[in-house]
Structures are given as structure tokens and as C-alpha cells.
């Protein structure tokens, strides 16, 4: 329904522990774990989103370098 209007997208994931808080609590930063290892159905996004005019995606993940590339990686994998 929307999806023409989506231009740029925030990844993240997150860890279950921010599950019982959906809906109570907004704004949760950044993520501090790897695209694809937290609750959050990024590949369900992406398949949603394959066909979408996207520009640019940013990447709302903070960590080593390996968990970067890793979420990189995964969009990728994704199609994104």
C-alpha cells in the first residue's frame, strides 16, 4: 500500500528482550547486534520491499567492524 512511497530505509535488529516493550516504547537507537540475529523480520521486509524504488538504506547498527560487515552481508543476501 505503501510501498511506492518508501524511498530510504534505518536496518536494524533486535534482541528479544525489546519485545515486551513493542508498542510501549519508542526510539530504541541503535542496534548492537548483526542484521539477521535478533527478532525483527528483516528477510520478510526485504521480500516485501525487492520490488520498491529504494535510494538509500542506512545501516542503525554500532559494534566491531564484523558485525558491520555481517549486516552488510545479509542485505545483500536479501536482495537489498
Known amino acids: 500500500m505503501f510501498k511506492d512511497k518508501i524511498h ?9 528482550e525489546w519485545e ?4 510501549t516504547m519508542f526510539g530504541c537507537g541503535f542496534s548492537t547486534i548483526a ?4 527478532v ?7 521480500e516485501v520491499l525487492k ?5 538509500n ?3 542503525e547498527i554500532i559494534g ?3 558485525i558491520l560487515k555481517k549486516s552488510a552481508e545479509y ?6
Open 8 to 16: 530510504h530505509i534505518h536496518w536494524k535488529d533486535l534482541e528479544a
Open 64 to 66: 566491531s567492524e564484523d
Open 57 to 59: 538504506s542506512t545501516l
Open 75 to 80: 542485505l545483500r543476501s536479501c536482495g537489498v
Open 35 to 38: 542484521l539477521g540475529d535478533g
Open 20 to 23: 515486551p516493550k513493542r508498542g
Open 40 to 46: 525483527i523480520d528483516i528477510k520478510g521486509v526485504c
Open 51 to 55: 520490488d520498491a524504488n529504494i535510494a
